[in-house]
Nanobody, 117 residues
Framework: QVQLVESGGGLVQPGGSLRLSCVASGSIFNNYIMGWYRQVPGKERELVATITGGGSSTYADSMKGRVTVSRDNVKNMVYLQMNSLKPEDTAVYYC???????????WGQGTQVTVSV
């Protein structure tokens, strides 16, 4: 069983930055994909960014150039550096760890990010 705990959310002004962190407990191997998704009320959860154990990353078009995903395979952590934040980035951000083509797909409890003056 894998448990994920996010941190780093909060209130930030437009144009500001936040860094989200997620630590995974349990057995996480380099073949797991780690990443971040977000959700606002009434909408489906959507991809923000993912990263493989080898460091290959994928970004949502709406976030490209403003966010950077990284991971520490030794500490079982994944990070999301967000810059130039906009009010429309306000959402609950969820950490995700999954093993492709398997039933192993884990979610954190979410951390609120609010971008407002």
């Amino acid at each position: 069983q894998v448990q994920l705990v996010e941190s780093g959310g909060g209130l930030v002004q437009p144009g500001g930055s936040l860094r989200l962190s997620c630590v995974a407990s349990g057995s996480i191997f380099n073949n797991y994909i780690m990443g971040w998704y977000r959700q606002v009320p009434g909408k489906e959860r959507e991809l923000v960014a993912t990263i493989t154990g080898g460091g290959s990353s994928t970004y949502a078009d709406s976030m490209k150039g403003r966010v950077t995903v990284s991971r520490d395979n030794v500490k079982n952590m994944v990070y999301l550096q967000m810059n130039s934040l906009k009010p429309e980035d306000t959402a609950v951000y969820y950490c995700n760890v999954r093993l492709p083509w398997s039933r192993y797909n884990y979610w954190g409890q979410g951390t609120q990010v609010t971008v407002s003056v």
